[in-house]
């Protein structure tokens, strides 16, 4: 008896303690997502400037006059599934750890008929600025509505600011008509079609792949375009880098001067090697494209592709991520490299760890480009700041 009277104050005491811990945990976060940020905490919920978690997937960063914009794939709280309904979303930032929230800077439509109608699929949005026209423009993975990931398109859209609002322009399929440049005589020629290979993943399925099979096949309506960048180079010149041929080969195509159309120059990177989430930096007159291999939502092993010439021929080097996680990505998959202006050879490497049965608390995983021998390498960081970029590095 005496023990029972003595136990209730002592769990009554417990109880309040580890309601004073819970409340005080909760505070703590509440505050800790108000106050600026100074650092990156990869994996972690980030939020804007109001205190929301950054709903800005598979995205891409154009620096413009002194600010960095972030666009990406808004997704709709408690939502599962991949459906457009919102849009792009646009945040900016200027010292690129707290980003404001500037709304969505191009939105579906709601004619059922249109390419962009509410319910397609809208991915990978990445933004440029074209200095001679004065525009923005964007450029994104589309998947028209009601028809899975099989129209494999690109869509393009234009403002005259970088928050938007964005005007669709068209979709499209790349290259109609047009071979890439470093597609052979007799593969462009060859009589196999798809027709010849009632099985794939055979290996003669796989020679006639790297070959060209779905080039020639798509070669009139143009070729499939999903996970995507786009890139512009020193001199003024836009590419746009796609997962074509079934996702099975990368394709870098030239834009036109104005960067709303294809010069029809392009090429063929790893035929056959199954890459997407392409993502490109350059670096000492060099371009490194890191990639992932091809798992759905589900993280893999980077990839690291090399070369001289935008043209190529491009190289392929092992994993660059090293550590703990590297197998997987740090479980995230690329989606852009973003250039900081004002400090020589840093790059951020950007990637989404993919949550699918709650699209919104897709995390972000930003790491620093570090580089050995010329080559970039990835390190898991739980938290770092832009200081990193000014330790010596070899
Ligand atoms: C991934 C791709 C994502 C999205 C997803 C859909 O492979 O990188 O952008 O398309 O597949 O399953």
């Given at each position: 008896m005496?023990?029972?009277?003595?136990?209730?104050?002592?769990a009554?005491?417990?109880?309040?303690?580890?309601?004073?811990l819970?409340?005080?945990?909760?505070?703590?976060?509440?505050?800790r997502?108000?106050?600026?940020?100074?650092?990156?905490?990869?994996?972690e919920r980030?939020?804007?400037?109001?205190?929301?978690?950054?709903?800005?997937?598979?995205?891409?960063?154009?620096r413009?006059?002194?600010?960095?914009?972030?666009?990406?794939?808004?997704?709709?709280e408690?939502r599962?599934?991949n459906?457009?309904?919102?849009g792009v979303?646009?945040?900016s930032?200027?010292?690129?750890?707290?980003?404001?929230?500037?709304?969505?800077?191009?939105s579906?439509?709601?004619?059922?008929d249109a390419?962009?109608?509410?319910?397609?699929?809208?991915?990978r949005?990445?933004?440029i600025?074209?200095?001679?026209t004065?525009?923005?423009i964007?450029?994104?993975?589309?998947?028209?509505?009601?028809?899975?990931?099989?129209?494999?398109?690109?869509?393009?859209?234009?403002?005259?600011?970088?928050t938007?609002?964005?005007t669709?322009?068209r979709s499209l399929?790349?290259?109609a008509?047009?071979w890439?440049e470093?597609?052979?005589?007799?593969?462009?020629?060859?009589?196999?079609?798809t027709?010849?290979?009632p099985e794939s993943?055979?290996?003669e399925?796989?020679q006639?792949?790297?070959?060209?099979?779905?080039?020639r096949?798509?070669?009139?309506?143009?070729?499939m375009?999903?996970?995507?960048?786009?890139f512009v180079?020193d001199d003024?010149?836009?590419?746009?880098?796609?997962?074509?041929?079934?996702?099975?080969?990368?394709?870098?195509?030239?834009?036109?001067?104005d960067?709303l159309?294809?010069?029809?120059?392009y090429?063929?990177?790893?035929?056959?090697?199954?890459n997407?989430a392409p993502?490109i930096?350059?670096?000492?007159?060099k371009?490194?494209?890191?990639?992932?291999g091809?798992?759905?939502?589900?993280p893999?092993a980077?990839?690291?592709?090399?070369?001289?010439?935008i043209?190529?021929?491009?190289?392929?080097?092992?994993?660059?991520?090293?550590?703990?996680?590297?197998e997987?990505t740090?479980?995230?998959?690329?989606?852009?490299?973003?250039?900081?202006?004002?400090?020589?050879?840093?790059?951020?490497?950007?990637a989404?760890?993919w949550?699918?049965?709650?699209?919104?608390?897709g995390?972000?995983?930003?790491?620093?480009?570090?580089?050995e021998?010329?080559l970039?390498?990835?390190?898991?960081?739980?938290?770092?700041?832009?200081?990193v970029?000014?330790?010596?590095q070899?």
């Amino acid at each position: 008896m005496k023990q029972k009277l003595l136990g209730r104050p002592v769990a009554l005491l417990s109880l309040l303690t580890m309601a004073f811990l819970l409340f005080s945990f909760i505070v703590t976060e509440e505050k800790r997502s108000d106050v600026p940020h100074t650092s990156f905490r990869p994996g972690e919920r980030w939020t804007d400037t109001d205190g929301v978690h950054i709903n800005a997937h598979g995205g891409g960063i154009l620096r413009h006059q002194n600010t960095y914009y972030w666009f990406g794939e808004h997704k709709v709280e408690g939502r599962k599934g991949n459906l457009a309904l919102v849009g792009v979303q646009c945040y900016s930032s200027t010292d690129l750890y707290n980003w404001k929230n500037e709304g969505v800077a191009l939105s579906v439509s709601d004619d059922p008929d249109a390419d962009i109608a509410k319910g397609c699929v809208l991915e990978r949005p990445k933004v440029i600025y074209n200095a001679q026209t004065q525009k923005f423009i964007m450029y994104f993975h589309l998947e028209l509505k009601g028809k899975g990931y099989s129209a494999a398109r690109v869509g393009i859209a234009v403002s005259d600011q970088a928050t938007g609002p964005y005007t669709f322009i068209r979709s499209l399929r790349p290259n109609a008509g047009y071979w890439p440049e470093n597609m052979t005589a007799a593969q462009r020629t060859s009589r196999l079609s798809t027709a010849d290979f009632p099985e794939s993943w055979t290996s003669e399925w796989r020679q006639a792949v790297k070959e060209g099979l779905f080039v020639r096949r798509d070669w009139e309506g143009g070729q499939m375009s999903r996970d995507m960048t786009l890139f512009v180079d020193d001199d003024g010149k836009a590419y746009h880098i796609f997962a074509s041929e079934e996702n099975l080969t990368l394709h870098i195509a030239e834009l036109t001067q104005d960067y709303l159309d294809y010069t029809s120059r392009y090429i063929r990177l790893a035929p056959g090697g199954h890459n997407e989430a392409p993502a490109i930096f350059k670096k000492g007159g060099k371009y490194f494209l890191i990639t992932s291999g091809c798992t759905g939502w589900a993280p893999n092993a980077a990839r690291l592709h090399v070369a001289q010439s935008i043209w190529g021929p491009w190289t392929e080097y092992p994993n660059p991520c090293v550590g703990t996680g590297a197998e997987l990505t740090f479980h995230s998959q690329s989606t852009f490299i973003l250039p900081v202006a004002g400090k020589k050879d840093a790059f951020i490497f950007m990637a989404d760890r993919w949550t699918p049965q709650n699209p919104i608390d897709g995390r972000y995983v930003w790491l620093p480009i570090l580089f050995e021998k010329d080559l970039p390498v990835l390190k898991w960081s739980d938290e770092w700041t832009l200081d990193v970029f000014d330790q010596t590095q070899n």
